[in-house]
T-cell receptor, first 113, second 112 residues
């Protein structure tokens, strides 16, 4: 069964304390992995797309990496404004046709000043 | 600025009532989507549309209906057949199916 699992469910960091969020997946026909940031009561905001193992993308304090089984979102020296829920989504296109985008449940990040 | 506008932000539904959530985009995107978000769960796809006058059911389409009469608009109707409609509803769009999504700000629907 196609599945996307994010860990941890919640992460509490001190300002400046670097860490990583994990997104592990089991899908057939991977066509992309997406990271989004979601603030409370708002819609998700697109961050990155990764298409193949070994690919990396960076934006300010965030860096996303991809392997054949998982993706990491590395947060370097986080600030309180980085507090949000980070969502991972996987796009799959099975050989049988159609497409499927599966979202993980998210990691809630709290950064304390 | 281009974006997606969802309205209303909050909506209350009485038992047995149909309600319609609005979604408008000015990004010239071909594909549009409706997702439902519940606490502790990943977003679940309700319906999607790749072109005008065509749409496909997602994973949880029962109790919902959509239309795509214009490229810019993709309204979602929550019918009385949807027994557990209380949730946060998100509309999204993308240039093509393979792209990352641009999301609206969401509509929170509550049954009263």
């Amino acid at each position: 069964e196609d599945q996307v699992t994010q860990s941890p469910e919640a992460l509490r960091l001190q300002e400046g304390e670097s860490s990583s969020l994990n997104c592990s997946y089991t899908v057939s026909g991977l066509r992309g992995l997406f990271w989004y940031r979601q603030d409370p009561g708002k819609g998700p905001e697109f961050l990155f797309t990764l298409y193949s193992a070994g690919e990396e993308k960076e934006k300010e304090r965030l860096k996303a990496t991809l392997t054949k089984k998982e993706s990491f979102l590395h947060i370097t020296a986080p600030k309180p404004e980085d507090s949000a829920t980070y969502l991972c989504a996987v796009r799959a296109e099975p050989l049988t046709g159609g497409f499927k985008t599966i979202f993980g449940a998210g990691t809630r990040l709290f950064v304390k000043a | 600025d281009g974006g997606i506008t969802q309205s209303p932000k909050y909506l209350f539904r009485k038992e047995g009532q149909n309600v319609t959530l609005s979604c408008e985009q000015n990004l010239n995107h071909d594909a549009m989507y409706w997702y439902r978000q519940d606490p502790g769960q990943g977003l679940r796809l309700i319906y999607y549309s790749q072109i005008v006058n065509d749409f496909q059911k997602g994973d949880i389409a029962e109790g919902y209906s959509v239309s795509r009469e214009k490229k810019e608009s993709f309204p979602l109707t929550v019918t009385s057949a949807q027994k557990n409609p209380t949730a946060f509803y998100l509309c999204a769009s993308s240039m093509v199916l393979r792209d990352g999504y641009t999301f609206g700000s969401g509509t929170r629907l509550t049954v009263v």
